[in-house]
């Protein structure tokens, strides 16, 4: 190990019979670059800053969770130097083998529990989930009350609550990977509605309809599936059809124009020189003249 990362033990914060520690902080630069060996989960609950783990540095800000397995070096560091008015506040979870041990026992998923098992031995980098509901938030919530105003039966809720932690990270965790699968599948689902309606006047509001996401969504898939807006998306789309239209049809140019859906003739011709460099009319003529062998 680096010896520049410092290693933090167990027996430091899980000195009770429940094996478990919840603390809510705010963050400095006086902590070092730190290993463990216990489980945490640190749930970022006001503020903005830095979170160097492992090899990577990741901004943060309200919202976001990690959990950080056994062995895995990392740090919190606010954005500012003046953290009296700018905390960086964390929420943290912790715990060991005991406490794992106890909840495994009660856990029916098998993939859960080797999750657990693989962030005790180290098998799995660290996990970052995005808390959309505020769920996670709660949780943390409650863990830390609870830890730091125990009742009757304190030490049961908080197993509980600290199962809850485990299963509703890993559904967010679980959710998040098949939301990208679903999503570029039904991207791909988008991309042939608008080359099946390119004759059609398209609009934003359409997609929406039969795609079921919001403009936001569809904007920001658009950007990373295609690098493209929609709108630029669409006119490609057009001026690709309207040039395989002039090579293999004798349709005029405004008929041509009409079939991908333009109505208006400047506009039409604008984009087609915009994007090709050319006039329908130089396209086609170039074209058949490749053609020909001329």
């Known amino acids: 190990m680096n010896p520049s990362v410092q290693r933090m033990k167990s027996e430091t914060f899980l000195n009770n019979h429940l094996q478990l520690f919840v603390n809510r902080c705010s963050e400095d630069f ?31 800000t309200k ?46 998923e098998k993939e859960i529990i080797q999750h657990l098992m693989n962030l005790e031995q180290n098998q799995v980098p660290y996990i970052s989930v ?17 830890f730091s105003v ?24 679980y959710q998040d990977v098949q939301d990208k699968q679903s999503h570029s599948t039904d991207f791909e689902f988008i991309l042939r509605y608008l080359k099946q309606h390119v004759s059609n006047r398209v609009q934003m509001s359409d997609l929406v309809r039969v795609s079921g996401w919001s403009e936001k969504q569809i904007a920001r898939m658009f950007l990373r599936h295609t690098g493209q807006t929609f709108s630029n998306h669409l006119q490609h789309l057009r001026v690709q059809k309207s040039c395989e239209l002039l090579k293999s049809s004798q349709h ?40 020909s062998g001329f």
């Not at 995005?130 to 609870?146: A, C, F, S």
């Not at 994007?275 to 074209?287: D, M, W």
């Open 30 to 60: 006086v902590l070092p670059f730190h290993t463990h060996d216990f489980v945490e989960y640190s749930y970022v609950a006001e503020g903005k800053g830095f979170h160097h783990v492992a090899e990577d540095v990741i901004p943060v």
């Open 63 to 108: 919202g976001m969770l990690f959990v950080i397995p056994v062995g895995v070096p990392h740090v919190f560091r606010p954005a500012s130097t003046n953290t009296n008015e700018n905390p960086l506040i964390i929420y943290n979870c912790l715990f060991d083998t005991v406490l794992i041990n106890r909840l495994t026992a009660t856990i029916q």
């Open 252 to 291: 005029k140019v405004s008929l041509i124009a009409e079939l991908v859906g333009y109505r208006d003739m400047d506009s039409f011709y604008a984009v087609f020189k915009k994007i090709t460099g050319e006039t329908p009319l130089l396209y086609r003529k170039k074209s058949r003249a490749q053609h």
């Open 130 to 146: 995005v808390d959309h509901n505020n769920q996670i938030e709660e949780l943390m919530l409650k863990l830390y009350r609870e």
């Open 150 to 173: 125990p009742g009757i039966g304190s030490s049961t809720m908080l197993y509980m609550l600290a199962t809850q932690l485990v299963l509703t990270t890993y559904r967010h965790l």
